[in-house]
């Protein structure tokens, strides 16, 4: 089953609006949340993370939004820009076990 | 500075076939991992490495194996490739285990099993 359950799967967002991915976990052993950006041909690259004991962390135009007691966790992108088209991952880990999401495809319009 | 490459990026085997991908980071990396990525499923690990000469199972290694006889370099082999494993291969790496060490990502490579 998958520990990590992501939505939505894809997402159009017009030039500067508000890009928001969500993602859900079960294990409450989970101890590291990150956020992986993938572009086409590209392995994913790190963009964010947070602990569990954070309720938000933001760097730039980037907000993760943590809520332990729901197990779930979004990630925030501001002012959403043609260039921020991707693939998103949220992940969940404890020591070597990392759990992907099934990853959102973001296309910001022009 | 080349950070994980994979060689190749392109394979097609057909049924049957075997073959191994290459990784190898230039980091002075403790921890390598191999994963495979399909659509709608996102990333699943397949086996990893906390060393030279260690190797240990992931979420799906059935009809994988791995090996790490120098630091820098982790293979991935298939024995017998099944249309199964048509797949986007990662290799990835990291400094230890855990939040403290983010997992560096080649540019994978895609494999077609006929």
């Known amino acids: ?110 | 500075n080349a950070g994980v490459t994979q060689t190749p990026k392109f394979r097609v085997l057909k049924t049957g076939q075997s073959m191994t991908l290459l990784c190898a980071q230039d980091m002075n990396h403790e921890y390598m991992y191999w994963y495979r990525q399909d659509p709608g499923m996102g990333l699943r690990l397949i086996h990893y490495s906390v060393g030279e000469g260690t190797t240990a199972k992931g979420e799906v290694p059935d009809g994988y194996n791995v090996s790490r006889l120098k630091k820098q370099n982790f293979l991935l082999g298939l024995e017998s490739a099944a249309p199964s494993q048509t797949s986007v291969y990662f290799c990835a790496s990291s400094l230890t285990a855990g939040r403290q060490s983010p997992l560096h990502f080649g540019n994978g490579t895609r494999l077609t099993v006929t």
């Not at chain 1, 939505?8 to 859900?24: R, W």
């Not at chain 1, 332990?68 to 880990?93: E, N, R, V, W």
């Open chain 1, 1 to 110: 089953q998958q520990q990590v359950k992501q939505s939505p799967q894809s997402l159009i967002v017009q030039k500067g609006g508000i890009s928001i991915i969500n993602c859900a976990y079960e294990n409450t052993a989970f101890d590291y949340f990150p956020w992986y950006q993938q572009f086409p041909g590209k392995g994913p690259a790190l963009l964010i993370a947070i602990r569990p004991d954070v309720s938000e962390k933001k760097e730039g135009r980037f907000t993760i939004s943590f809520n332990k007691s729901a197990k779930q966790f979004s990630l925030h992108i501001m002012d959403s820009q043609p260039g921020d088209s991707a693939t998103y991952f949220c992940a969940a880990s404890i020591n070597n076990d990392m759990r992907f999401g099934a990853g959102t495809r973001l296309t910001v319009k022009p």
